[in-house]
């Protein structure tokens, strides 16, 4: 699948946990070690900001995390329209990691959100269930990526998954999630 395709599978599913979070959960702990709902969700805000900026050949703004369910949408809204804007995906966009290109650099994004939606549906009690077409797309995506980048701080150490694990589980085990 293309990743055009999987961000747009992605979206409604990330965007129904966000729209399911209330305030008094914002302190929630995650799987995603250290971080609370809200930390999970400034954590993608920033990341979004600056991704949609790269997208464009741009120096990020700093995005406003006083409101992080009422930025959520709109700052992940302007990364799809940077990441889908003609050319995008043909150009090197500059990751944290290092350079990559603008297919590849989606299909992260793809990964990357999906998991801290899971992240975030797991601490707030919701259910989670993106296609599993578009799960094992991104496992396939992240058997080629993750194990470089498995410091603890990105990704830790895979965990085996549980009998009868769901797809988006085992895909949240294998980044290190318990």
Known sequence: MDPISQLALLGPHIGNVVAGIRPDQLDNSTPCAGFTVRGVLEHM?????????????????MPDLGDPLGSFGPVLGDLVAAITAPGALDRTVQASFGEVSGD????????????????????????????????AD???FARQVVDPLRDGDTFAEAVAPSAGASPIERLANYTGRR
Not at 45 to 61: D, K, S, W
Not at 104 to 113: I, K
Request: hydrophobic letters at 40%.
């Open 45 to 61: 805000i920033g990341g979004a900001t600056t991704f949609a900026a790269a997208y464009r050949g741009e120096q990020p703004t």
């Open 104 to 135: 590849s650099f989606c299909r992260f994004v793809v990964l990357d959100g999906l998991v801290h939606g899971w992240d975030l549906a797991t601490a707030t009690s919701q259910s989670y269930e993106p296609p599993d077409e578009l799960v």
């Open 138 to 140: 991104a496992f396939e």
